[in-house]
């Protein structure tokens, strides 16, 4: 059966996560995860991927990024993998794939869900009990958003940039989002979508899809069809 296409309209934002293979180790150290995000800023800018948002975990990356043609993120994440699993077998001495198959992907619509799922990635850490506050986790882009430091990984998005005309108040009133906690209907949708490949908005974002698409973007209906005799 042929795999899907995957959903990559140019100018809508993706989550995306790619993980270990088996849910193993695909950092073994810092040097790892600065080299990751060498290539990842790299490729970034060869393929018109505007990044947002990242987190490197242990086993899995999670990036928010909008990509300025239709599958630049697919191109950028095969460049990605072939030149950091290379490097990293080589001084790790080992063999074989580092990822899980295909990374998991899925569209979100800017107007209601983007600060939500930026927000999701930056506290990855904390939900990981790695880390007390996203502040004391240095490998994610919490830092530049929450202190200002230099990232030339990072682009904002115009919904994080509308969020004030001052770069003082946006970046409060950002932090301020981090004081609401999530609740478990919030988190189990963002799992859900971006594991299903699901595009995560309203209706008339999930319509706008399907017709920028040409195809339905909805989940199938579970169950039998009907009865059309019935």
């Not at 619509?109 to 004391?136: F, K, Q």
């Not at 990984?153 to 301020?176: D, G, Q, T």
């Not at 490949?197 to 973007?217: A, H, K, N, Q, Y």
């Not at 909805?218 to 019935?230: C, D, M």
């Amino acid at each position: 059966m042929p795999r899907p296409r995957r959903l990559e309209p140019a100018g809508v934002a993706l989550h995306v996560i790619q993980r270990g293979n088996n849910r193993a180790a695909c950092f073994f150290g810092d040097i790892d995860r600065r080299f990751y995000l060498k290539c990842l800023a790299e490729y970034a800018e060869r393929r018109g991927c505007a990044v947002h948002a990242y987190a490197l975990m242990s086993n899995h990356v999670h990036l928010l990024l909008t990509p300025s043609e239709t599958g630049g993120v697919s191109l950028m994440m095969q460049d990605i993998g072939r030149r950091y699993v290379r490097i990293v077998n080589k001084f790790q001495a080992r063999t074989g794939t580092l990822w899980e198959g295909r990374f998991k992907s899925n569209l979100i619509d800017s107007d209601t869900y983007l600060l939500t799922c930026h927000r999701y990635i930056e506290l990855n850490p904390v939900r990981a009990g790695m880390v007390l506050a996203p502040t004391d986790y240095p490998w994610t882009s919490h830092t530049y958003y929450a202190y200002g430091k230099s990232d030339r990984l990072i682009s904002e998005h115009p919904v994080y940039i509308n969020l004030a005309v001052s770069p003082e108040v946006r970046r409060r009133r950002f932090l301020s989002l981090f004081d609401q906690p999530f609740v478990e209907r919030e988190l189990s949708k963002l799992r859900t979508a971006v594991n299903k490949g699901w595009p995560l908005g309203s209706d008339e974002f999930v319509d706008r899809m399907g017709t920028v698409l040409g195809r339905s973007v909805r989940p199938a209906r579970r169950g039998r069809p009907p009865n059309e005799r019935a």
